[in-house]
């Protein structure tokens, strides 16, 4: 989003590492990093300096789950609609954006905000980092390729390939 504020890498871990302590603690596991997320842990083991937010790609299944976490722990939903919801734990600290997918039979989250498809996402893959367990989906260098292109691993601007791949 233009305009966004950005933050430094270790605002950006300390988001993500809060947030996945919360989602592990309410039992909520049908979810994954994604995006610039999923890149910046990837290529570097590390949230992507600078970035505006943490993105988080979850079963709209287990939204309500979700609610009640963000109700009990008093964050604050700056943007909600039925496929997405952006929350901010505090006004200091960097958002999360909850891209809410809908799970088919092949195991394809369809994330509609960003009309995105994550095929074959399962089985979810665990990640050890820091002290929490990150879910990652399966083949997730290939979909890394199809959203960045083939040098995802060097570090650009850009936000992807264009046209941006509806399946990734």
Known sequence: ????????????????????????SY???????????????V??????????????????????LLIKLIEDNKFKIVTLKEDFMKVVINDSIPPIDFYLAT??????????????????VYPLLIRKWNDVNLFLPSNYISKLVNRYGNDWKIPK?????????TII
């Open 1 to 24: 989003m233009a305009g966004s504020k950005k933050f430094l890498s270790d605002s950006l871990n300390n988001t993500l590492l809060k947030i996945v302590r919360l989602l592990h």
């Open 157 to 165: 601007q850009s936000k992807g390939v264009f046209p941006k791949k």
């Open 27 to 41: 039992n909520i596991n049908d979810w994954f990093i994604g995006y610039g997320t999923l890149l910046g842990i």
């Open 103 to 120: 799970v088919d039979g092949s195991a394809n989250f369809n994330d509609t905000w960003e009309k995105t498809t994550w095929s074959n």
């Open 43 to 64: 290529r570097n083991n590390s949230c992507i300096n600078m970035d505006d937010d943490v993105d988080i790609v979850l079963n709209i299944k287990q939204k309500h």
